[in-house]
């Protein structure tokens, strides 16, 4: 099943009218009674609710039904069979969108009015939508969520949104390694034989991932089964003490999907620098004073290391572009030949110094500077998936974050040498490929 449907919201064009409302209770029960009415816009507090069915992917309410009176029909709608229905309200329990209605004589639910939601056609300032669920809000919205409700990482952590974010498109079929570190704590791990994920989680050594990755691949290989086998580690044990393993599981061609995520340091035990630390970050092993510049070594370039090891799939994501980051795990997910490794960098608003509500606004800015491009190498063809045509300046990124207030002008510049340096290389090797790409098209044509 291809494509699902939903009503989606424009936040910013809703008044709170209720008139979806009005058009909903009339198509169900011919009359303007807002009670019977599937949909909810109504306002508390000058903040507007909508909820509504949201025809999830794999919908709670079908897997709960005692009677199996829900069903879901070729395109992805969720209906209720009320000729089978006991009203016992399970469905509406399960529900965490709020889309299912329970009343004394049924439970009732949209059903997109069968491809035309009055709700849609009737709505006066055009805030709703009706659209084949291809949109990154909706598959969001009808994607399961993977991860415990609630936050086990600091306020802000693009680390832990991400993980919530990787797990929907990966979907069910995973197993997950979630070795010591920020994302390795007890909300994902767990207690003893019970974890923070609807996945089966192990807990690795810091230096032994890829390898405990690739025995289980392996097996599953062995036993006829495919399954996503799948990291999600800190940038401590990806480029200092589990590099060796990582390195020697993609020369050996392991079929693991291994995502970094670089928050830039040991960020859970107390901000000390890691391999890739930039050049003059303040950590707390960095320190900054009457000696102390920050690190004085330039970070490990670990996406363009991996590349060189010409496995089939290398790409650097950041949750400040979902739909960049989503279509990237996609790729990763059909790689069956060898190891697919995204670099993701995690903003921490902890260690980094800044405001909790700033994590997406930094990750912009990273990429927007060119501090952190967003590329990708697929079989040796290298490409940006989002580039900075008029990059911004170094200064407006670096000045956001209290790690780098510090900055004299001399290292600013160190930095931005860095920088350019790098990103002409990735450059060069963009244009290389689509040099080499254009000479074999045209070699084809002309053998045509």
């Known amino acids: 099943m291809d494509a699902f449907y939903g009503v989606t919201r424009d936040e910013k064009k809703c008044i709170g009218c209720r008139a979806c409302e009005v058009a909903c ?149 995973t197993i ?64 200092d003490v589990g590099f060796q393993c990582l390195s020697a599981a993609a020369e050996r061609g392991e079929n693991i999907i291994y995502i970094c995520y670089d928050n830039e340091g040991y960020m859970n035990t107390g901000f000390q620098r890691s391999g890739t630390t930039p050049y003059g970050a303040w950590t707390s092993t960095t320190p900054v004073g009457k000696r102390g510049i920050g690190k004085r070594q330039r970070s490990k370039n670990l996406p363009v290391i991996m590349a060189a090891h010409e496995i089939p799939y290398v790409a650097t994501a950041c949750m400040s572009y979902p739909q960049d980051f989503e279509r990237k795990l996609q790729k990763a997910m059909r790689v069956k030949d060898g190891l697919a490794y995204i670099h993701l960098l995690s903003p921490c608003p902890t260690g980094w110094r800044f405001p909790p509500e700033k994590a997406i606004e930094i990750g912009r800015l990273a990429v927007e500077t060119n501090f952190f491009p967003l590329w990708e190498m697929e079989r040796g063809v290298y490409r940006f998936t989002v580039e900075a045509n008029e990059p911004k300046l170094l200064e407006e990124f670096l000045q956001k974050m209290g790690k780098y207030s510090h900055l004299s002008r001399k290292q600013i510049e160190e930095i931005e040498s860095i920088l350019e340096k790098r990103y002409g290389i990735l450059k060069s090797m963009v244009h290389q490929s689509a040099s080499q790409q254009a000479s074999s098209f045209g070699k084809n044509a002309r053998f045509h």
């Open 25 to 173: 209770s009339f198509r169900w029960n011919a009359s303007y009674d807002l009670t019977r009415s599937n949909v909810v816009g109504t306002q508390i507090e000058g903040e507007t609710l909508f909820s509504v069915c949201r025809h999830c992917e794999k919908p709670e309410c079908l897997l709960v039904c005692p009677v199996g009176a829900i069903v879901q029909d070729e395109r992805g709608i969720v209906r209720i069979q009320n000729e089978k229905c006991v009203s016992c309200g399970i469905c509406s329990t399960a529900c965490a969108h709020g889309g299912i209605r329970l009343r004394p004589s049924k439970t009732s639910k949209c059903d997109l009015c069968e491809g035309h939601p009055l709700c849609v056609s009737l709505c006066p300032q055009g805030a709703l939508e009706y659209q084949g669920q291809t949109s990154l809000s909706l598959r969001w919205k009808s994607s399961e969520d993977l991860i415990s409700p609630g936050l086990s990482s600091c306020l802000g952590c693009s680390a832990e949104l991400a993980l919530r974010f990787a797990l929907r498109t990966l979907g069910r079929n």
């Open 176 to 239: 997950l390694a979630i070795p010591p570190g920020c994302m390795g704590g007890v909300g994902v791990v767990g207690y003893g034989m019970t974890t923070g994920a609807k996945v089966p989680v192990f807990f690795p050594l810091l230096d032994n991932i890829a390898a405990m990755l690739s025995g289980i691949k392996r097996e599953y290989r062995r036993k006829g089964v495919e399954v996503n086998v799948v990291a999600f580690a800190g940038d401590g044990g990806t480029a």
